[in-house]
Each structure stands twice: as C-alpha cells, then as structure tokens.
C-alpha cells in the first residue's frame, strides 16, 4: 500500500497492467516521449519500449480506429483522448463499430480496448478543456463507463477495465488528479465494474455523485445538520442499481449531482430508475444539482457554472424540508 | 524522410482492346491462374446479376449492386494470400465468395438474417463496412499490428471514391503511413459517390494524389483490367511484405448500374457513357481476352458459368431455409458479460408477445 495522487494510480495501474500482459498497449498523443500531458503514462515508453506506448499521429478518430485494428490483431489497446472535448472527433469510430463490432461477429471476436480521458471543469483552461461528455458514451450500445473518484479506485477500475473482454471508456477527474490523495494497494488491483461505492454512511438523505462530484458532495455533507449518505457510483455502465435502490430505500430522500448539461445527463437516469423502481419509498422529489444546459462557460466565472458545495446544500435543504 | 512519389499519371492496363491496343501479359500467371481469374469474375457476376433478380422477386432487401467492379475485386484479391485481411464496403459484400464463403451467408446478410454475419477470423475478412471510410483505420491497425507481431500478414481495404473526402479515409492513410502498416488502400474510382461526381468530391487531378501528401506511393489502373489490378496489387503486396508500408490503388471505372437497387440513376447520369461503360465491361472483356490467347474454351466456359449458376441457386435455398430467428437475440453478442437488466427486458417482451 502506498499513498499517491490520482494521477499516479493511473500511471501504476498502466504499468502493472503492461507487465501483467504483453497484448497491452498504450496509444495517444504525446503518451511515449512526454509521458502524457498530465504524466499520466510517464515512465511508460522507457519500460516497455516505443512499440508498447506510441506516440500517434493526432488523430482521434484514427487513434481508436487503428485500435478496433489492433484489437483483430490480437492486442489490448488502450487509447488516450489527450481531453474530454478531444475526444468527440473519436465518437464516430466509437459509435459505428466499437460498441457494435463484437455483435456485428455474432461475439465470436472480441474488442478488449480501453478508452481513458481526463474529464471535467474547474482547471481554469481555455474552452473544449472542460467538458463532462459521459452521457454521450453511456448512450452508446456495447460501451461500458467509469469514473473513479479516488486514487484506488482509479487504478482498480482501469485495470478492471484493460482486462474486460469489452470495450470501457475511464473518465478520469482532471480538477482533481493531483489532489484527490489515497493509498493504492501496490501491485495488481482490480476493481469490479458494476459495483458502486458507499462513501459515506447515513440515514436522512444520499447524494449520488461520481467522479469530481464525489468530494463535493463530501464536503456539502460535512455542512449539512443531518445524516447524510454520500454514493459514489463510480461504474455508470454497468450501473449498481441495488446500491441505489438500496441507498434510497434506506433515506427516502436522494440529490444526483453531476457536473454535466442536465437535459439527458445520467442524472436524468437515475432519476429515471428512481421513479421506476423506489416510488414508494422516496419522502420527496428526486433532486438533481447539475451543470447548465449551456457551452462550458469562460474560465473566469466556470465557478458559477460547476455544482459547488453551496448548490449542493441547498437542494439538499430543500429536500430535507420538503 | 518518407519519400514522396509522384502518383502515376496514366492508367495501367494490359489487356488490349483485340483490335489497336496489344494485349500484354503479367509474368507469373500460368494458364490456371488466368482460368481462376475468370471463375472468379464470372461467380462475382453471376452473384450480383441473381441478387438483382432476388430483390426484385422480394428474396433480399436493399442490395448495393456492384455490376462492373467485379475486376476490381477479383483482380486485387488474387494478389493476396490466405492471411491477408481484407476490409470490404459494402460494394465488396461478396467477395468472401472467393475465399470459400457461402453465397447463402452473403445473400443472408442481405436478408438481415443473422446466419450473414459471419466471424471475421474464420475468413480473414473483417465485417461489411456500411459507414464511408471508417474501416480505413481498422486496416491500417490491424496491419500495423501484424507488422509488430512479426507476422507476414498484410491488409486491404476497399472503398470508393466518395470515401476520399472523408476525415476516416485521412486519418487511416496517415496512421498506416506514419506505422509503416503493410496496408493496401484500395479505392474503387467508379466516378459517382450515389448522384455525386468525381469533380464535386474534389479539386485533386486525381485520386491517388491524395496518397502522396501522406508519402503513400500510388498507382493508378484501369478498373476493368482484371490483369492490371491484379498487377498492381501484387507490387502493392510485395511493397507491404518487405516491410516498405501502405500503398493506395486507385482503380478507375464507370458505374454502369445504379448505386443500389434503391437508386434511380436515370435522374443524374449520362446514360450514353452507361452505355460505353457497358459495352467495354470487365468480365467480357476478359472473355475476349482468354479466347484471343486460347485458354478458354466453350465448353470450359460454359463450365464456369454453370457452377457459379449453381452456387448461387444452392445459396439462396439455403438462405432462405434459416429458420426465423428468435427475438433473444436481440439481447445477444453485444457484452460478454450481459447486464441483469437484458435478461429482464426479454422476459418482459415474451410476456406482452407471447399475450
């Protein structure tokens, strides 16, 4: 076990996961000679050589193409989006054949790749650097997605996700990559997709979060006079529905909070699944504190746009008036 | 330093016209080659012209018709061995025919039953790419990753000329350059992109000008020549096994038939040069070509054709002697690992369909 930052998990978890298995490699732009704009795959090139961790052309859509290639070829790929917004020109290779090239073979090929981005506001960048675009994976038939909001988790779900038959998409929390601060079990560490995470118990209300959220609801639970469950979904795709519904069962009242637009974010999802299945047991409406259905606004006021501690609190009051 | 190679400006060719143009020959195709050549047109001709006629009888559902590409296609795929992946559009959705696949799984395909998507490792073809352009990538990976792997292994991959000005094209060209993939982009230059001509897809003379900005060497052929692009193929193949990376073929033709069976061209093309294209097209022209140099006979002909008759025939009963599949899978192949909910969703749709 050692304590390291967020970032550094991820760094950790590539290098065991590439020792563990020779098919596993690393492509994306600046990943090899720079070690990845946020040092996320340093080390890397040096280790395994230029053949294992590939500086690409820049070329999202090329990046994940080659990789759908790879995959036939015998290889894990894992695919780097330098960021978020990066990311959109990849969507049409993602949309029309890694999320449908598995069904196209009737399963008998698999497509074991990995996509893992930095996501998310609050980093104080110019536009396209800010963007939470996880719905629109979510939304794509035979892509799983997580986002891990802690450093083991961030190691244990990319592994998880570099050993999955399927492809995964990993989101990981920029704003906090290099302050979210945890131990990390040394060597292989896996975390289960489809399990979310109880980061806080309590009995009057939940907050559902995942990712950069989580630390917010952390804090906005710290405020509130009562006794607050704070649920870090962690794998949107597959989704811990149990954990949800349980979570709701046992407080009545739940706040999402997600950092995306709202209008179809996966807060509308959760939502969704609450008035499905936990009617009966909600003591009032389900609330949801999220981005704006708006452009990620200019750096200088991205503050008001984020879910802060203060929005948090706020529904939160609502609800436990209400 | 990539070298950068002029494209070639004129189309090869070595089949002559009978009259003026000489014909030529390739080194290294004896008599049987050029026989399998013909059988392989002529079964690419006849599956085509049959699934015409199927769909208008109600047999197959939209078909991409790929009348006067047959040379293209058997032509390039001679050039390769068994290992070889091919990428085919759908222009190219038969051409696993030549490698033993049945016509019944093509055909079935066609009838969007599931018994025509077949697994890509059993033939070394990937799957029917129906978007433009995006399995450009996915050739260049996968020939990147043979090279890496050390195998022989080379790629092809087949698109049109409209495919050209797409961003996948591009990205696909660059990466199977800058990884030195023993890749073979293949374009299939039949002058329309549905009712869009070559001149409004692009200002390049050519369509192999597009591969030098990439340092990818190009050769320009006459599309209707099975020999030709049988040649040009082969250099193409030879370049990529001594590790010398990607080449781009574009092989110029007419489409002398519409897009598909649910185009009506007569709104758009000139149906004069239909007809030119007609008269002058592939799989006559090298009947004319084996019986001037004596390797095809009536009977023999008439063998080929029959078979191919017969392939056909035997695919479409058996096509059509798959049973209806069932709804579970629609819940099936997507995930290794389905989530609960599927298992669910079924059940629900037995109950409210079963009443």
């Given at each position: 076990?050692a304590?390291?930052?967020?970032?550094?998990a991820?760094?950790?978890?590539?290098?065991?996961?590439?020792e563990?298995?020779?098919?596993v490699?690393?492509?994306?732009?600046?990943?090899?000679?720079?070690?990845?704009?946020?040092?996320?795959?340093?080390?890397?090139?040096d280790?395994?050589g230029?053949?294992?961790?590939?500086?690409?052309?820049?070329?999202?859509?090329?990046?994940?193409?080659?990789?759908?290639?790879?995959?036939?070829?015998?290889?894990?790929?894992?695919?780097?989006?330098?960021?978020?917004?990066?990311?959109?020109p990849?969507?049409?290779?993602?949309?029309?054949?890694?999320?449908?090239?598995?069904?196209?073979?009737?399963?008998?090929?698999?497509?074991?790749?990995?996509?893992?981005?930095p996501?998310?506001?609050?980093?104080?960048?110019?536009?396209?650097?800010?963007?939470?675009?996880?719905?629109?994976?979510?939304?794509?038939?035979?892509?799983?997605?997580?986002?891990?909001?802690?450093?083991a988790?961030?190691?244990?779900?990319?592994?998880?996700?570099?050993?999955?038959?399927?492809?995964?998409?990993?989101?990981?929390?920029?704003?906090?990559?290099?302050?979210?601060?945890?131990?990390?079990p040394?060597?292989?560490?896996?975390?289960?997709?489809?399990k979310?995470?109880?980061?806080?118990?309590?009995f009057?209300?939940?907050?559902?979060?995942?990712?950069?959220?989580?630390?917010?609801?952390?804090r906005?639970?710290d405020?509130?006079?009562?006794?607050?469950e704070v649920?870090?979904?962690?794998?949107?795709?597959?989704?811990?529905e149990?954990?949800?519904?349980?979570?709701?069962?046992?407080?009545?009242?739940?706040?999402?909070?997600?950092e995306?637009?709202?209008?179809?974010?996966?807060?509308?999802?959760?939502?969704?699944?609450?008035?499905?299945?936990?009617?009966l047991d909600?003591?009032?409406?389900?609330l949801?504190?999220?981005?704006?259905?708006v452009?990620?606004?200019y750096?200088?006021?991205?503050d008001?746009?984020?879910?802060?501690?203060?929005?948090?609190?706020?529904?939160?009051?609502?609800?436990?008036?209400? | 330093?990539a070298q950068?190679?002029?494209?070639?400006g004129?189309?090869?060719?070595?089949?002559?016209?009978g009259?003026?143009i000489?014909d030529?020959e390739?080194?290294?195709?004896?008599?049987?080659?050029?026989?399998?050549?013909?059988?392989?047109?002529?079964?690419?001709?006849?599956?085509?012209e049959?699934?015409?006629?199927?769909?208008?009888?109600?047999?197959?559902?939209t078909?991409?018709?790929?009348?006067g590409?047959?040379?293209?296609?058997?032509?390039s795929?001679?050039?390769?061995?068994?290992?070889?992946?091919?990428?085919?559009?759908?222009?190219?959705?038969a051409?696993g025919?030549?490698?033993?696949?049945?016509?019944?799984?093509?055909?079935?395909?066609?009838?969007?039953?599931?018994?025509?998507?077949w697994?890509?490792?059993?033939?070394?073809?990937?799957?029917?790419c129906?978007?433009?352009?995006t399995?450009?990538?996915?050739?260049?990976?996968?020939?990147w990753?043979?090279?890496?792997?050390g195998?022989?292994?080379?790629?092809?991959?087949?698109?049109g000329?409209?495919?050209?000005?797409?961003?996948?094209?591009?990205?696909?060209a660059?990466?199977a350059?800058?990884?030195?993939?023993?890749?073979?982009l293949?374009?299939?230059n039949?002058?329309?992109?549905?009712?869009?001509?070559?001149?409004?897809?692009?200002?390049?003379?050519?369509?192999?000008?597009?591969a030098?900005?990439?340092?990818?060497p190009?050769?320009?052929?006459?599309?209707?020549?099975?020999?030709?692009?049988?040649?040009?193929t082969?250099?193409?193949?030879?370049?990529?096994?001594?590790?010398?990376?990607?080449?781009?073929?574009?092989?110029?033709?007419y489409?002398?038939?519409?897009?598909?069976?649910a185009?009506?061209?007569?709104?758009?093309?000139?149906?004069?040069?239909?007809?030119?294209a007609?008269a002058?097209?592939?799989?006559?022209?090298?009947?004319?070509?084996?019986?001037?140099?004596?390797?095809?006979?009536?009977?023999?002909?008439e063998?080929?054709?029959?078979?191919?008759?017969?392939?056909?025939?035997?695919?479409?009963?058996?096509a059509?002697?798959?049973?209806?599949?069932?709804?579970?899978?629609l819940?099936?192949?997507?995930?290794?690992?389905?989530?609960?909910a599927?298992?669910?969703?079924?059940?629900e749709?037995?109950?409210i369909?079963?009443?």
């Open positions: 076990m304590e390291r930052f967020l970032v550094e991820v760094n950790d978890a590539l290098h065991v996961e590439m563990r298995d020779a098919a490699m690393v492509l994306g732009e600046d990943v090899g000679q720079a070690g990845g704009v946020f040092r996320a795959t340093a080390g890397l090139r280790r395994f230029v053949n294992r961790c590939v500086d690409t052309p820049l070329a999202e859509a090329g990046i994940l193409g080659s990789a759908v290639g790879l995959c036939m070829a015998g290889f894990r790929p894992v695919c780097e989006m330098q960021y978020d917004a990066f990311s959109y990849c969507l049409d290779q993602l949309i029309t054949h890694v999320g449908r090239y598995r069904w196209r073979t009737g399963g008998k090929m698999t497509f074991p790749l990995t996509i893992r981005m996501y998310g506001g609050g980093v104080r960048a110019p536009e396209l650097h800010d963007d939470s675009p996880e719905t629109y994976y979510v939304h794509t038939p035979g892509i799983k997605v997580a986002i891990p909001s802690t450093p988790d961030a190691k244990g779900l990319l592994a998880a996700a570099i050993r999955d038959p399927d492809p995964v998409v990993i989101f990981e929390p920029k704003l906090v990559y290099r302050t979210a601060r945890g131990d990390v040394d060597g292989e560490h896996v975390v289960p997709l489809g979310a995470r109880l980061a806080r118990a309590g009057d209300l939940t907050l559902v979060a995942y990712g950069a959220m989580v630390p917010v609801c952390e906005a639970a405020e509130l006079d009562a006794s607050v649920l870090d979904i962690r794998s949107l795709k597959p989704l811990d149990d954990a949800l519904l349980a979570s709701a069962a046992k407080t009545g009242r739940v706040v999402l909070v997600q995306a637009p709202r209008t179809c974010g996966y807060a509308a999802e959760l939502a969704a699944i609450l008035a499905e299945k936990a009617i909600l003591r009032g409406p389900v949801r504190v999220t981005g704006y259905d452009p990620y606004p750096w200088s006021i991205e008001a746009y984020m879910p802060s501690v203060a929005r948090v609190v706020d529904a939160a009051r609502r609800l436990l008036e209400f | 330093m950068v190679l002029p494209a070639e004129d189309l090869r060719r070595v089949i002559g016209d009259e003026s000489p030529n390739v080194e290294g195709l004896d008599e049987s080659d050029l026989v399998e050549l013909y059988r392989s047109l002529v079964l690419l001709r006849t599956y085509d049959r699934s015409v006629v199927f769909h208008r009888q109600g047999r197959i559902g078909y991409a018709i790929f009348w590409h047959e040379a293209m296609q058997a032509g795929f001679h050039a390769l061995e068994d290992d070889d992946w091919i990428f085919p559009s759908y222009r190219e959705s051409i025919l030549l490698r033993g696949m049945p016509a019944a799984t093509v055909l079935s395909w066609w009838r969007g039953h599931p018994s025509g998507w697994n890509p490792a059993d033939y070394n073809i990937a799957s029917i129906v978007p433009i352009a399995h450009v990538p996915h050739a260049a990976g996968l020939a990753g043979k090279r890496l792997k195998e022989t292994g080379c790629s092809i991959v087949y698109f000329d409209g495919a050209t000005s797409e961003g996948a094209f591009h990205e696909g660059n990466f350059a800058v990884m030195r993939a023993p890749a073979i293949f374009c299939n039949n002058g329309w992109a549905i009712s869009t001509p070559v001149a409004a897809q692009t200002r390049a003379q050519t369509l192999a000008d597009k030098v900005g990439y340092g990818i190009a050769a320009r052929v006459d599309g209707g020549d099975v020999l030709a692009v049988y040649e040009a082969r250099d193409a193949v030879v370049r990529a096994r001594a590790g010398e990376g990607p080449s781009f073929i574009e092989a110029v033709t489409r002398a038939a519409p897009h598909a069976t185009d009506d061209p007569s709104a758009y093309i000139d149906p004069q040069l239909v007809e030119e007609r002058n097209e592939c799989v006559a022209r090298y009947e004319r070509y084996l019986r001037r140099v004596d390797v095809l006979t009536d009977e023999l002909d063998q080929i054709k029959s078979d191919a008759l017969a392939a056909m025939r035997a695919g479409i009963a058996a059509e002697a798959e049973p209806t599949p069932d709804l579970g899978l819940f099936e192949h997507a995930l290794a690992d389905p989530p609960a599927w298992e669910h969703d079924l059940a749709l037995r109950r369909l079963d009443g």
